[in-house]
């Protein structure tokens, strides 16, 4: 199943604090071309938590360091689980990832601890620490503005969306738009960028579903259309 569980949680985090930039450019499919080759399966198992968020932290590795290095959303799976309300393949929360790296004062790589699309037991061992994390910042309840500023000024951001209507499982091409799309989120995704394509505004979202989703494993995502979706409604991205 393809869910997530969902609250705000009362953790600590940074206050978003972005200057606005009225000049903000509305093409930025680039980290699509930087990710294009580091894409993610899922699989059977409900981790799409833990993709959307070892996806915000990668970026912002890379963004940091100029290397591009894989992390493990099996660690997150495995290690991310009660004290964080988090449920491995059943669903989780993308903040209680960020809060766990914190805590345990990194998270493994992907190439030490792999993937298995399965609950597993903890096997964090800190000699395989690719990245650590220290804040993350939760952005304005619903406000598609302070999302496209953050991913221009920021980097890749997490967020969660309705993606619970056979459109979206069916998507191709084009701007995905579905009236009966509600503000129900239940799957976690990463969105990397925005644009206009044939005069419709859009994020360019990417999914953890594998490359047959959609268009490479990408999904155009309406924008500026009511907060599509709920899209922006639990924005969050990490800082190294």
């Known amino acids: 199943t393809h869910w997530l ?3 705000l949680l009362a953790c600590s ?3 978003a ?3 606005r930039d009225p000049t903000l450019d509305n093409h930025w499919d680039l980290w699509k071309k930087t990710y294009g080759k580091q894409y ?3 699989g059977s198992c409900g981790a799409c938590w833990a993709f959307s968020a070892v996806g915000a932290l990668e970026a912002q590795l890379k963004l940091k360091t100029g290397n591009l290095v894989s992390l493990s959303a099996q660690n997150l799976v495995d290690c991310s689980t009660e004290k964080y309300s988090n449920k491995g393949c059943n669903g989780g929360f993308m903040t209680a990832a960020f809060q766990y790296i914190i805590d345990n004062n990194g998270i493994d790589s992907d190439a030490s601890y792999p993937y298995k699309a399965m609950d597993g ?3 964090y061992d800190s000699k395989n620490r690719a990245a650590t994390c220290s804040k ?4 304005p309840f619903g406000s598609e503005d302070d999302l496209k500023e953050a991913v221009a000024n920021k980097g890749p951001v997490s967020v969660a969306i309705d993606a619970s209507h056979p459109s979206f499982f069916l998507y191709k ?3 995905y738009y579905d009236p009966s799309c509600t503000q129900n989120v239940n799957h976690g995704v990463l969105v990397v960028g925005y644009g206009n394509l044939n005069g419709k505004d859009y994020w360019l979202v990417k999914n953890s579903w594998g490359i047959n989703f959609g268009d ?3 999904i155009r995502m309406a924008r500026n259309s009511g907060n599509h979706c709920g899209i922006a409604n639990y924005c969050s991205y990490p800082e190294i």
Do not use: F, M, N, P
């Not at 993350?136 to 952005?139: H, I, W």
């Open 13 to 15: 985090c940074a206050a």
């Open 216 to 218: 490479k494993g990408y």
């Open 121 to 123: 037991k903890c096997r």
């Open 40 to 42: 993610k399966e899922k």
């Open 173 to 175: 091409s084009g701007v």
């Open 136 to 139: 993350y910042t939760e952005l």
């Open 5 to 7: 569980l969902w609250a």
């Open 17 to 19: 604090q972005l200057h």
